[in-house]
């Protein structure tokens, strides 16, 4: 298994719990930076930044997931990530409340997301891991975004392109 960064996750916090998403979908982990505010957008939708010279839309988890806004501290941070979609792939950043390392966790070790209990849509959970004492929820960042989010963030790019 040695190579494989299949088993690898980005581990996060979000309101107080332990996230991780699959590191083969991160590009890059930025500092909070200025989000230019779209008009007339979703408001987990919290705008767009420069990467480089591309625009790329940002969203706040917190807000997505029906929790409280991220509030911005100096440990807040974006998570530049590739969703996959009908229509491609889309780049997308994340807002964490933090962002602490990339864990392996073991397949064995990553139980099916429970069906009750849990204040995240169990449609957004890939399982739950568990490293040390602590239980992560490991998400699918695919699934997190429907086909309406998508065409509005690919439709954000294409603004800030034109």
Sequence with gaps: MEGSNANQYLT????????AIGVAKVREVLEHTKITKLPRTAEFMKGIINLRGAGVPVIDLRLKFGLPETPITKDTSIIVMEVESQEGTVVVGALADAVHEVVEIDEKAVEAAPRFGTRLAAEFIRGVGKKDETFIIILDIDRIFNAED???LSATREAETA
């Design 150 to 152: 998508i065409s509005v």
């Design 12 to 19: 996060f916090t979000l309101d107080n719990e332990q996230y």
